[in-house]
């Protein structure tokens, strides 16, 4: 039976148990099971569900900085309850039962309001969560993945430079690049911006109801704006060397076949309420997508004729 990532994910908020203190904690032994029973590809992925977790909670910035010590990942501008339900809690918690499976790996974090906030830490397959003292603060979630033996890291680098292979590549940083880059929100590695690229050459460009992402185009030959009672925003139309369509759901990108369209059709569109399966890599067929494919080609047609 297939599951959608939207209907794991409410599941997830049921997963737990309360305690008089006021710290408590989360068993994340079935959320890894059924993300393992589901394929999510690596422990890596965990990066895409913090970047959904930034979108959809509005944060103003996702951001990685690594080193061979540590990984921190900052999400500014926005504090999550894992206490809560919501998309935005549900999408911490994939994320936090994807890192749980690294090797040798210690996973904490915390996240602030600006005043109040709470501190978490994996331990085996619990979630270890307790409130922080109440002081003024950055609104901010804050996640710091720490090597156990980062020796190990080191040693592996220095093979690598003796053999002239240059350094490893970092499956994380791979995964936002190639998923990612058209997020609303700004993704920064290492200080590095990746969701700020050119677009290349269209020979016509339609402006859709306000994308939330800005693009700049090297050139356009002729640019269209489109208004549409649609539920996406985006670009479409004709560029040099096609493209094909690509979806962003969450700040996540998807190729989108539409069948008979121009192989000189190119478009970038945000669609909120498309469903994902549970890896998150993939868009769900159903109805909704069926209907988004007929209306983007209707407004193609439109635009060109």
Same mark, same amino acid.
């Not at 509005?58 to 998309?87: K, T, Y």
């Not at 020796?151 to 430079?161: D, I, P, S």
């Not at 969450?250 to 190119?266: N, Q, V």
């Given at each position: ?120 830490? /994996?331990?085996?397959?619990?979630? #270890?969560?307790? =409130? +922080?003292?109440?002081?003024?603060? $950055?609104?901010?979630? %804050?996640? *710091? !993945? ?99 369509? /690509?979806?962003?759901?969450?700040? #996540?990108?998807? =190729? +989108?076949?539409?069948?008979?369209? $121009?192989?000189?059709? %190119?478009? *970038? !569109? ?36």
């Amino acid at each position: 039976m297939a599951i959608s990532a939207d209907d794991y994910l409410d599941a997830l908020r049921d997963e737990g148990e309360g305690h008089s203190t006021g710290a408590f904690t989360l068993d994340l032994e079935r959320s890894r099971a059924t993300l393992q029973h589901f394929q999510l590809p690596s422990a890596y992925h965990y990066v895409l569900p913090l970047v959904a977790c930034a979108v959809a909670g509005g944060a103003d910035s996702l951001s990685i900085f690594s080193d061979q010590h540590r990984r921190i990942v900052d999400l500014d501008g926005l504090a999550v309850n894992l206490e809560g339900g919501g998309a935005v809690s549900s999408y911490l918690h994939a994320a936090l039962a994807a890192a749980g499976r690294l090797a040798h790996t210690d996973v904490f974090g915390e996240s602030r309001d600006g005043q109040a906030g709470f501190r978490f830490r /994996l331990a085996g397959t619990q979630l #270890l969560i307790s =409130p +922080l003292p109440e002081q003024q603060h $950055s609104v901010r979630t %804050r996640l *710091i !993945l720490t090597p156990l033996h980062p020796w190990e890291n080191r040693l592996f680098g220095a093979v690598r430079w003796l053999a002239g292979l240059g350094p490893a590549a970092d499956p994380a940083a791979e995964l936002l690049k190639a998923y990612s880059r058209y997020s609303s929100v700004p993704i920064r590695l290492n200080s590095r911006q990746l969701n700020l690229e050119w677009q290349g050459h269209w020979k016509l460009l339609g402006v859709l109801n306000r994308p939330p992402l800005q693009l700049r185009p090297q050139t356009a030959l002729r640019q269209v704006t489109v208004c549409r009672e649609v539920p996406f925003a985006g670009y479409l139309g004709l560029g040099v060397g096609g493209g094909g369509a /690509l979806v962003i759901v969450d700040g #996540l990108l998807y =190729p +989108l076949d539409l069948p008979g369209a $121009s192989p000189e059709f %190119r478009a *970038i !569109l945000w669609h909120s309420a498309l469903q994902r399966d549970l890896s998150m890599l993939r868009l769900v067929e159903n109805q909704e997508l069926e209907r988004f494919r007929q209306t983007v080609v209707e407004i193609l047609t439109g635009l060109i004729s």
